[in-house]
C-alpha cells in the first residue's frame, strides 16, 4: 500500500540553526500539507501546496518557513533560523485529486537546543 | 471559522465494551469530517471520513461515526473494544474550498483487561 515517508525521524539542531525536513509524498497524490504537533498539543496546520505554489497557510507559517518541491518525488519543509519553540513533531500529509481525506507520513521529530 | 470539540481527554473501557468518543464541531458550511488514530511514536493514520455521502460512515478495525447535522456531532464508536485499539484518536473537519484539515485536542483511549 503506498504511503507518505519522511526523513529523518528525529533531527536535533541547535537554536538559529537552518533545518530541511524531508518528506515523499504518495506518488499519484496532488496536494501535499505540513503539520506540527508541539508536545502535549493540537496538531496545527502550517501549510497546503499545489501546482508548485503555496494555496493556504496559517499564521504559524511566517517567513522563517518556506517549502519547495524541487523534484517529481520530494516535498521539503524549511525552517530557516529555528528558535526553542519549533521543537515540535512535524507531519507531511498528501491527498489525492478529487479527494479531502489527507494521508499522514510519520512525522519527523524536531528537537531545538 | 471552524472549530473541533473533543470531550474527554482520557477514556478507560473494558476490553469487549463499546467504545464511544465524541466530537462535535462548528462550521458555517457543510463540513468534511474525519478520524484519525494515532498509536505510541508513530502517524497519524486515518480511520474514517465522512464527506457528504452516507451519514453513517464505516472505517476500519470495525470503527464507524455518524454524522449528526442537528447535534453538529461526529462521535466515533466501536462495538467490542480490543487491547490494540489503545491509542489517541483525533477528530478534524474540513470543508469545500479549504482543504487544510483542524484538529481536535485528541481523546487517548485505554483499554483494561
Known amino acids: 500500500e503506498p504511503e507518505v515517508t519522511q526523513t529523518p525521524s528525529h533531527q536535533v539542531t541547535q537554536m538559529g540553526q537552518e533545518v530541511i525536513l524531508r518528506c515523499v509524498p504518495i506518488?499519484?497524490?496532488?496536494?501535499f500539507y505540513w503539520y506540527r504537533q508541539i508536545l502535549g498539543q493540537k496538531v496545527e496546520f502550517l501549510v497546503s501546496?499545489?501546482?508548485?505554489?503555496?494555496?493556504?497557510k496559517s499564521e504559524i507559517f511566517d517567513d522563517q518557513f518556506s517549502v519547495e518541491r524541487p523534484d517529481g518525488s520530494n516535498f521539503t519543509l524549511k525552517i530557516r533560523s529555528t528558535k526553542l519553540e519549533d521543537s515540535a513533531m512535524y507531519f507531511c500529509?498528501?491527498?489525492?485529486?478529487?479527494?479531502?481525506?489527507?494521508?499522514f507520513g510519520p512525522g519527523t521529530r524536531l528537537t531545538v537546543t | 471559522a471552524q472549530s473541533v470539540t473533543q470531550l474527554g481527554s482520557h477514556v478507560s473501557v473494558s476490553e469487549g465494551a463499546l467504545v464511544l468518543l465524541r466530537c462535535n464541531y462548528s462550521?458555517?458550511?457543510?463540513?468534511?469530517l474525519f478520524w484519525y488514530v494515532q498509536y505510541p511514536n508513530q502517524g497519524l493514520q486515518l480511520l474514517l471520513k465522512?464527506?457528504?455521502?452516507?451519514?453513517l460512515v464505516k472505517g476500519i478495525n470495525d470503527f464507524e461515526a455518524e454524522f449528526k447535522k442537528s447535534e453538529t456531532s461526529f462521535h466515533l464508536t466501536k462495538p467490542s473494544a480490543h487491547m490494540s485499539d489503545a491509542a489517541e484518536y483525533f477528530c478534524?473537519?474540513?470543508?469545500?474550498?479549504?482543504?487544510?484539515?483542524?484538529f481536535g485536542s485528541g481523546t487517548r483511549l485505554q483499554v483494561q483487561p
Open positions: 500529509a498528501s491527498t489525492g485529486t478529487g479527494a479531502y481525506e489527507q494521508y
Open positions: 506518488s499519484n497524490h496532488l496536494y
Open positions: 501546496f499545489y501546482n508548485n505554489e503555496i494555496s493556504e
Open positions: 462550521s458555517s458550511v457543510p463540513p468534511y
Open positions: 465522512y464527506t457528504s455521502a452516507a451519514t
Open positions: 478534524a473537519v474540513s470543508y469545500t474550498g479549504r482543504r487544510a484539515l483542524t
